[in-house]
């Protein structure tokens, strides 16, 4: 008997809270306007960690930290300290906000939080590396570089191709007699000066190569103290082709240690 009176008692404590004003009544508008808002804030939270899971990933192939782990410990050192922290740390800030977006949907909040944390995580780097395999932020780079990208082009000036201390990544355009000069992604031109120190070097580097070199910059010159061939990535660095090119071997007196 007491079961059967549970739901008019329910209805009728409900009634009378409402009549105290404890609960407020909301209209229907009101909930399709807070989904709304709710999917806007999701669509937006994707779009932006995508965007920038794909441009850290860009930014490291684009600049060469890719290839530092190459030099082992030191080339980790440089690494671990060259990474866009700031950007990585934005990244896990719109993870934790995504997060807290997506416990609206009942969907998700009924599931173990680690389990939607996961998911997010797992989405927003396999969407980041998708992203990263057309030519969206290197078609944007080339523009902001071209002063073609008035708002965003001082962005990926300055942090699509990040500099490494004391680690330097180029395609080599040029044999010297101390070396050989090569073009950055900043398109800077150094010059690389090899000597009895410098260690690893390929004695067939070619016009076109691609270098990743560890050593201290002394006014405009670079003093190499470890040389590696790398092999480029998909869409950066693309280095010229020419049916006759010089290699280092060709200049035995200059590059090849003692």
Do not use: C
Not at 18 to 42: D, S, T, V
Not at 65 to 73: A, Q, S, V
Not at 141 to 161: D, H, Q, V, W
């Amino acid at each position: 008997m007491n079961k059967e009176n549970e739901p008019q008692n329910l209805s009728d404590s409900i009634a009378s809270k409402i009549k105290r004003g404890q609960i407020k009544m909301r209209p229907k508008a009101y909930f399709i306007a807070k989904l709304a808002i709710l999917l806007i804030g999701m669509s937006i939270l994707t779009v932006v960690t995508l965007f920038l899971v794909s441009f850290i990933l860009f930014s490291i192939r684009q600049s060469g930290l890719l290839f530092l782990p190459n030099f082992g410990f030191p080339g980790m050192k440089i690494l671990i300290l060259s990474l866009p922290w700031l950007l990585i740390l934005g990244v896990i800030a719109l993870v934790i906000t995504s997060e807290v977006f997506a416990k609206h949907f009942s969907f998700v909040y009924r599931q173990p939080m680690l389990y939607s944390f996961l998911a997010i995580i797992i989405f927003a780097i396999l969407g980041g590396v998708a992203l990263d395999f057309t030519p969206f932020h290197a078609n944007l780079l080339t523009s902001a570089r071209n002063g073609k990208l008035p708002i965003a082009g001082p962005f990926y000036r300055e942090m699509g191709s990040p500099k490494m201390k004391n680690a330097f990544y180029g395609s080599i355009f040029e044999i010297t007699n101390s070396g050989f000069k090569i073009n950055t992604p900043q398109s800077d031109e150094l010059n690389i000066v090899v000597g009895p120190k410098t260690k690893n070097m390929d004695s067939d580097l070619e016009v076109g190569d691609s270098v990743l070199i560890l050593g201290k910059k002394i006014n405009l010159d670079i003093e190499a103290s470890d040389i590696k061939k790398v092999e480029e990535t998909h869409g950066f660095l693309p280095g010229p082709k020419f049916p006759n090119r010089p290699t280092i071997k060709d200049f035995p007196g200059s590059l090849r240690r003692p």
